[in-house]
Each structure stands twice: as C-alpha cells, then as structure tokens.
C-alpha cells in the first residue's frame, strides 16, 4: 500500500533531477525551416485520412501508401503522381456489428490499412482494422493498376483490432511475423508467425506483460557463423515490468528475437517459440529518471551483419510533466550477447504470495535456453527445435527475460530532446569529403516537424527542423530511399530531399550548419550538394563537420550600408535575419553600443523597432551576429542601416495618427526568411503640425459623428429619447494584435504558446522583454503598451 505515495515522492525526486540535468543540454535546431518554405512534395487523397503505412516497392518505381479505408500507388520520384488507388472500404453489416459493441461508427469501425508487405514480385499482402475485425487480403500491381484479391482472410494476431493500437511485422520469405493482439480488447497480445508451421508466443505475463508493439526486423545472422548459428527475427516493444517491484506499472523498453527455424517443442512448447528471449533496452539520460519508453526503431543495414546497428528514439514516462525523448543505437553484436551469453532471471516466491525476479544463479540445462539449433546441438542429435529436452524447454517457458540490459552504443543517447516528443525515425549513413561515414537522423516529431540530427563524438547538433505538416500533426510514418525522405501522418503524405544545400547561403553558413551532404564550392561559390564525385578537386571544397572551422572561408566584401531617411516622431523597423538559431544578434546603435537608451527600442529576433524617432536617432545601426561553434567566434555583419534625417513633412489631409494600433510586425519565428520586405516607415509631421491634425481630426470625426446621428435619426434606427447610439462606431482598437511567435529555442515548436512582446525599457540586453501566455482567443492583453503614432494607412 505504500506505492502510490512512493511514487509521487521517487517521481518528485526523478523530476527535480531531471529538470538539472537538461538545464546543461542544447538541444536547439540550428535552423528552423517553416511549412511555408519548405519546398515538399505533398500527397492528399481527396477526403482520405490516416496514411499510416508505407511500402517501397523500387522495382516498380513505386511508394504504395496504406490509408483509411484506401491504398495508394505513388511514384516514387514524385509522389504528388498517383498511379493507382483502390479503396477498401468496410461493408455495412461490419460496421453496424462494430457500433452495437460501443464503438465509435466513424472513428473505430472502419477499415484503416496497417500491414503493407511484398510477398513476390507480382503480389502484396495487406491487412487492416475492418470495424473492429482484422482482416488481410491479397493485392497486384500491373498494368498500372493495383487490384484487391478480394480473397478476405482472418487479420488476427496480424494487425490490431483497435486502429489506436500499434502492431508491428515484418514478412521474411513468405513467413509474416507480426506482433499484434489476439482479441476485441487487445488484451491478449501475440508473437505470431504465420507459416507452414504457426507458432506463437505463450499467453503469461512472464512473456508479454500488456506490451506496445513498435518494430520488427530480420537480422542474417546465419552468414558466415562458425557455429552455425540461424537468422533471427528482432522485435522491439515496451511493456510493463515484472522485474521490479517498487510500484505498480512501470513500463520499459524490451528487444526479443527468435530463430527463424524454430518449429516449436513436442510436448512442452507445442505450437509455441522455444527461442523467444527478451532483454531490458535501456537508453537513460544524464540523471536517474523513469525508465524512456520505445517507440520506433530502425535498422542500418551492413553487408557484414554483425555490423547492423539498430537506432531507436524514446519518450519520456510521463510526458504530462516531463516532455523529452531520446535516440539511442545498440549494435547487433551486443544485443545478441546478451541473449547468447547472458545469465536469466528467475522468479521467487516471498511471503506466501508476492514474487519477484532475480537472477537466476543455478545450472543452465544444455542445450542452452533459447539457443537456435547450431552445430552443437546437431553433433548432439538435436536436428529440429522439436528435438529439444524437456528441461530446456521449460526452463525457457518460465524465464523468458534475461538479467541484463542491453545498453546502447557509446552508453549513453545519441540525441537528447524536451519539447514535442519525438515519434518515428530512419537514419541514413552518409559518406562524406574524407571518407568517413556519418549516421544522420531523420526524426518526425509529434507537432509535423523532421528533425535532422548528426551526432560528432558525443556532440548532439541538430542540423535544421523542418515543418512538413501545416497543423502540429504526428508523423506516423518515415522512410527512407534514395535520398529521399517520405514521412506519413494524419492528413498526408510528403516527399522531401535528405538535403537542400541551397538553403546555406554563404560560406559560414554552410560550414557551420555542418551537414554532411553539403559543402561549400569556392569556384563556384556556392553550397552543393556531396559528394559531387570522388574526383572533383576535394581542396576545392570546404567541409568541417567534427570541428565547424569555417575559418578556410574566404572572405566577404564589406557590406554596403542601407540608406534610410529619419522621419521625427516616426516608428522604425531596422530588419535582421540571422542565419542560425544558435547565433546571438547584436546591434550596434549610433554613438554607443551597450547599454541601450531608455524606453527606445523593442528587439526582435528578426529585427528592430525604434518608435517615435527623433534626432539623436540618426546615425549608423548595424546588425551583427556571432555563432560560437568548438569555442571559435564568427561574427558577421547581416545588416547595415544609415538613417539620415530628413526635413519634416508637412500635414497630410489624412487621419493618420490619432489612433493607437500597431501596424503588423512580422515575427515569423527565427527569422530565417530571407525575404526582405523594407522597413516600415513612413512621412508623418512634426510635433508642431501634430497639434493642428489632431484639432482636424476632431472636426471632421465630429461632422461625421453629427452626420451620422442625423443619419440614423432620419432613417429611424435611433429614436430621438435614446441615449445609447452603437458604440463601436468609434472603435478604438487599444489592443496590440497578437500573433503567432515561433521561438527558437528547445521547445520552439510548441505552437499552442503565443508570445507577445512588450515594451522594452530593459537596461539588460539583447532580447525584448517577452512573456508566454495560452492563446485564449478573445483574451486581450491588457499591460503591452500602446503606441501613441501611426504610421500604415491601411490600419484605419
Ligand atoms: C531548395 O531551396 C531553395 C530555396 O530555399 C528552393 O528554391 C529550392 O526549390 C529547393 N530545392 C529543392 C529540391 O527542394
Ligand atoms: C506469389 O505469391 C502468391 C501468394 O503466395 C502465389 O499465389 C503466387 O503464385 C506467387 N507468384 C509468383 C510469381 O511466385
Ligand atoms: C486519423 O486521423 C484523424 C484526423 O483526421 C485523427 O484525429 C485520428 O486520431 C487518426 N486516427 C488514427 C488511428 O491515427
Ligand atoms: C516623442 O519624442 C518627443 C521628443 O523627442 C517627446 O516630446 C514626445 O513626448 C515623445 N512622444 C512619445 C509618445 O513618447
């Protein structure tokens, strides 16, 4: 009974080591890629959700993509191109079957596609949810037309029942293996392997304790193996622990394998794996927290197996308190060791009643638990998994979980994350000027976002965040072929290139982003894509990506100053975009730098506003940024303004500046747009002629309010004796328009917060005074400051 109050205090405890240990971590974009500009293919399906599958099939130059209740044909090279679509719809009768059960008619019974495999060249095998009763069925492409069979056969144990389920499978020579739930509830989850001889997992908490399915992948590890060991088939899953014993439900993160030629036992384990082992995966961060949970996981293939490395990305336990996921990698090598080599856990019984797991310390039968049939076993007369003793067999029934953790690559994550949780990833191994190879990783996030992360020696850098989804989607699905990434959620489908070089813009830009499909061309001055060919003059180009030195950078011009003419009394905004979220902006303003004046200016990330200018304002302003990479400054200049002071112009016939608004100010997130819209600036008068316009003013508004009264009195919709005329005929819009800010830090991309500047008057620095708020629509703020001038037409 002591466990929930143990829990809230260890959890308390995990939290406030925690929250240290990520205070110390950077784990920012360099740059931040906005929907707008991030130049994808995208497919949409008319009135078509949910495109959760994926299958390449590159002999056909195609992406097939499972969908809600529809199957696409893509081309590959542009996926926009639909060659191909069938629907496969639920009848009536199902989804009438799968309401009367309590379930959701529109969201729960329908047919969402979930399993997408190659069986041979001319034929795929597909199953779906079908309202709440999986079904699979056969599937052709020719002609360029994809066909459904129609041969509907039992989904059980193949794909989830619940469309909110995951489920894994893979197909490895016209055996599906797949990882699922047997039942309506989910309850009685499976292994299973659909073959001349099915086998499953055995139904025991020992085995699958309510697991969460994420990944299955086959691994040769037959080739070459002197003890003539079988291929094994990986399966990755969260679960919740039987091994340890302080509170309720603590899930953690597992990785299983069987053999592939394993058929079963003969009298203990019939019809069952007598191969199926499991280890803890362990990926933790810097600081003792719960345990990470598993959620996709992806396989680097090598031509030498035991070479492959497996990657895969974590969530936090409790994501309501503490949002952080983390990518970690394990070798082959070392999972299959611990299952190889490693000692098992055994389960005790303690005070009458509780159990727990231990390690288990005692003789091992031979042949070994769980071992694939080798060459040891064979000089023993053991043939077949149906040879094996009855001793081993249940050994491996009962103590199905080994004693070790598998630990990741190097101990520790590869990347590290707070903010939106991070949910599929792929990793390609790029080959780079000096031959070495490096993993990059692709990683889809929760709210639409890729996240492109390098790894150099334990330093995490994140290349850039790009937004491939309009609405903070998740990205359900990640592939990866031929340099191309095809990411799948809720709405769509998009394409997008590993890389556009052409994003670097200069020389610095390109070294420091340290992307390495990219490196800068000095002839021809530009950021291209790698590798252009072995032989291309390599001095030619300048890549840096452990170090970032872009000090080999030739250097640039001085950069001309802008001219800009000083209105008195005007409001200004000096532009200023820099090219790196991890660069700090500095202004140099006339005559002084730091400290800056008093109540003069509001800084942005992507400029400057400076309001009711007068003439001690004129001068040279200039923008500077300075991106510390390995302890080396580089500063650069983005802009250079000269505002001149110009003679007063004279009253304008207009109302111009008796009303209080701010015009648009564009804060589009980092500033990484390069779109140069000029500053906002305009004519206006001088404090004298202000008097007179504001005396104008009042006029006017007074003939037209008298105007406007007899108007309405002539025309009935005032009666002589009422008082209240409708106010908001003089509207009086005090409220400064909030928009959306996309910030550039860590939890950038949380686009439910909104920020709203206000007015600076800070002795302290670079960045306006700012402060997070829930966007609660009709809820002004009320203590930003209202300015006094107008200066955009189109306001009023
Ligand atoms: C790369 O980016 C540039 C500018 O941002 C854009 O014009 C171009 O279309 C992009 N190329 C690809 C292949 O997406
Ligand atoms: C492909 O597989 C299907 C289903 O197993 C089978 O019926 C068909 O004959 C196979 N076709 C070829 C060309 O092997
Ligand atoms: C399907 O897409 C809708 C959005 O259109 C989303 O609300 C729902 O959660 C998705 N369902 C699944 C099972 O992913
Ligand atoms: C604008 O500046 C002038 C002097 O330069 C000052 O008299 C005036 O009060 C200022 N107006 C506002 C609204 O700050």
Same mark, same amino acid.
């Given at each position: ?304 197996? &035991? ?91 009962? &103590? ?6 598998? &630990? ?9 994350? &707070? ?378």
């Amino acid at each position: 009974m002591y466990s929930p109050l143990f829990f809230i205090v260890l959890h308390g405890i995990f939290l406030v080591c925690a929250s240290n240990a990520w205070s110390s971590l950077k784990s920012i974009p360099r740059k931040t890629i906005q929907y707008e500009d991030n130049n994808v293919i995208t497919f949409k399906g008319e009135g078509v959700w949910n495109y959760s599958t994926m299958l390449i099939r590159e002999d056909l130059g195609l992406l097939v993509v499972g969908a809600r209740e529809a199957v696409y044909a893509l081309d590959i090279k542009d996926i926009s191109v639909a060659k191909s679509e069938v629907l496969w719809k639920v009848t009536e009768e199902k989804q009438k079957e799968c309401t009367s059960k309590g379930k959701h008619p529109d969201i729960d019974c329908r047919n969402y596609v979930r399993m997408l495999h190659q069986m041979n060249d001319s034929v795929m095998y597909m199953c779906g949810t079908n309202a709440f009763s999986p079904t699979c069925d056969y599937m052709t492409f020719g002609d360029g037309q994809l066909k459904l069979e129609g041969k509907q056969e039992d989904g059980r144990g193949k794909c989830p029942f619940d469309p909110f389920q995951r489920s894994s499978s893979v197909m490895a020579d016209q055996d599906l293996y797949s990882a699922s739930s047997l039942n309506f509830l989910g309850s009685e989850p499976v292994i299973l392997r659909t073959s001349p001889i099915s086998l499953r997992t055995v139904f025991k908490s020992s085995w699958l304790n309510e697991p969460n399915f994420v990944y299955m992948d086959v691994v040769p590890e037959s080739e070459d193996s002197p003890e003539g060991d079988d291929d094994k088939v990986y399966m990755f899953f969260s679960e919740n622990a039987v091994e340890y014993d302080f509170y309720n439900k603590l899930v953690v993160s597992r990785v299983a394998r069987v053999c592939k030629g394993d058929m079963g036992g003969q009298r203990t384990l019939q019809r069952k794996w007598t191969s199926f082992l499991k280890a803890r995966l362990d990926c933790s961060g810097p600081e003792p927290s719960l345990p990470y949970i598993i959620q996709d996981v992806f396989q680097v293939r090598h031509k030498k197996w &035991r070479k492959s490395v497996f990657y895969a990305v974590f969530t936090s336990q409790s994501s309501s308190t503490d949002r952080s996921s983390a990518v970690c990698a394990y070798d082959v090598t070392d999972i299959s060791e611990v299952f190889s080599r490693g000692k098992f856990k055994t389960e005790v019984t303690v005070e009458m009643s509780d159990v727990k797991w231990v390690t288990y310390n005692g003789e091992l039968p031979v042949p070994r638990p769980g071992a694939c049939i080798n060459n040891a076993a064979r000089s023993a007369g053991i043939m077949r998994s149906l040879d094996l003793p009855d001793k081993t067999l249940q050994f491996i029934r009962d &103590r199905p979980l080994m004693d070790d953790a598998v &630990r990741p690559i190097t101990g520790k994550p590869l990347l590290l994350k &707070r903010g939106p949780l991070l949910t599929r990833l792929v990793v390609d191994h790029v080959t780079v000027s000096d031959g070495q190879s490096y993993p990059v990783m692709f990683v889809g996030t929760e709210n639409g976002y890729v996240q492109k992360a390098v790894n150099y020696d334990g330093e995490m850098h994140i290349i850039e965040e790009v937004k491939l989804f309009q609405n903070a989607e998740s990205i359900d699905v990640l592939r990866l072929h031929q340099n191309q990434l095809y990411a799948g959620s809720a709405s769509g489908v998009v394409q997008m290139p590993v890389s556009n070089c052409s994003r670097y813009s200069s020389c610095l830009d390109c070294v420091l982003a340290r992307d390495p499909y990219c490196a800068w061309d000095v002839p021809s001055q530009r950021c291209s894509r790698l590798p252009t060919s072995p032989e291309d003059g390599k001095s030619n180009l300048i890549q840096s990506l452990k170090d970032g030195d872009a000090t080999r950078c030739p250097t640039t011009a001085p950069m001309e100053p802008k001219i800009l003419s000083l209105v008195l009394g005007n409001n200004i905004r000096l532009p200023c975009y820099p090219e790196s979220n991890l660069a700090q902006v500095n202004w140099n303003f006339p005559g002084e730098s730091l400290p800056y004046p008093k109540k003069k200016y509001i800084i942005y990330n992507d400029g400057i506003l400076l309001y009711n200018a007068s003439v001690s304002d004129a001068g040279r302003y200039t923008c500077t940024s300075v991106e510390q990479v390995k302890g080396r400054d580089y500063t650069q200049t983005l802009a250079i303004y000269d505002l001149r002071e110009q003679s007063a112009v004279v009253v304008t016939d207009k109302i111009k500046t008796t009303l209080g608004i701010l015009p648009e100010i564009h804060t589009t997130s980092s500033g990484l747009h390069k779109s140069e819209e000029p500053p906002w600036y305009s004519k206006t008068q001088s404090s004298e002629s202000k008097w007179i316009v504001m005396q104008v003013a009042l006029a006017m508004l007074s003939v037209m309010m008298a105007c406007l009264l007899i108007w309405n009195l002539y025309m009935g919709h005032i009666s002589p004796f009422m008082c209240c005329g409708r106010r908001q005929l003089i509207k009086s819009p005090r409220s400064l328009p909030e928009r959306e800010y996309m910030h550039t830090g860590n939890d950038a991309v949380d686009s439910k917060q909104h920020m709203v500047s206000l007015c600076v008057t800070t002795n302290s620095g670079l960045e306006a005074t700012s402060f997070h708020r829930n966007a609660n629509k009709g809820d002004t703020p009320t203590d930003v400051c209202v300015f006094k001038y107008i200066t955009d037409e189109s306001e009023i």
